[in-house]
């Protein structure tokens, strides 16, 4: 009876590994084109943006955030 037992139990994680590994796919050709959307990115952009936002204020400058930012008075 143990035997049997046993034997259903392999059963049962054969097959459950087999369902979970035939459920990772890769995108298809036609749905890469989504991966590269703004609403699939990760949350800290906005933060990000936020926190350029404040130091910005905070540092007197408000250039174009490139490497061209003048000291406060306006002349980029």
Known sequence: MKKFISTIKLI???AGGAFIL????GPKAYQKIYL?????????????????NF???REGASGA???KTG???GCN
């Open 12 to 14: 049962f994680l054969l």
């Open 22 to 25: 035939h459920s990772c796919t």
């Open 36 to 52: 590269n959307d703004a609403e699939m990115e990760l949350a800290p952009k906005k933060a990000e943006k936020f926190e350029m």
């Open 55 to 57: 130091q910005v204020y």
């Open 65 to 67: 955030n490139g490497g």
């Open 71 to 73: 000291g406060g008075c």
